[in-house]
């Protein structure tokens, strides 16, 4: 059983700031990348932020200069620092743990948190 657990999120004035975090536990062995992932109704889940365990990240466009993504491997955590928050922003927010396990990525989810960006 593994078990992802994110806190964080909640609501926040354009231009302000929100901290995401997540820790994976359980019988999770090889840990490949963990990262956000966001959706909106009637939208598909996209890719936020990835952290490998390479130390290699991407990002998604629009998020580009505003959001950092950071990690600690001992506890398998991850963390998302989001500023200059938009409206567009507004989301559910999913966290991704990748494992390898024999040749395979297997994906693990988070029950999603909120972020709300409005005036």
């Known amino acids: 059983q593994v078990h992802v657990v994110e806190s964080g999120g909640g609501s926040v004035q354009p231009g302000g700031s929100l901290a995401l975090s997540c820790q994976a536990s359980?019988?999770?062995?090889?840990?490949?990348?963990m990262g956000w992932y966001r959706q909106t109704p009637g939208k598909q889940r996209e890719l936020v932020a990835l952290?490998?365990?390479?130390?290699?990240?991407d990002f998604d466009e629009t998020v580009k200069g505003r959001f950092t993504i950071s990690g600690d491997d001992a506890k398998n955590m991850v963390y998302l620092q989001m500023n200059d928050l938009k409206p567009e922003d507004t989301a559910v927010y999913y966290c991704?743990?990748?494992?390898?396990?024999?040749?395979?990525?297997?994906?693990?989810w988070g029950q999603g948190t909120q972020v709300t960006v409005s005036s």
């Open positions: 359980g019988n999770i062995f090889n840990i490949k990348a």
């Open positions: 952290l490998d365990r390479n130390g290699s990240t």
């Open positions: 991704n743990v990748q494992e390898m396990w024999w040749g395979n990525v297997n994906n693990y």
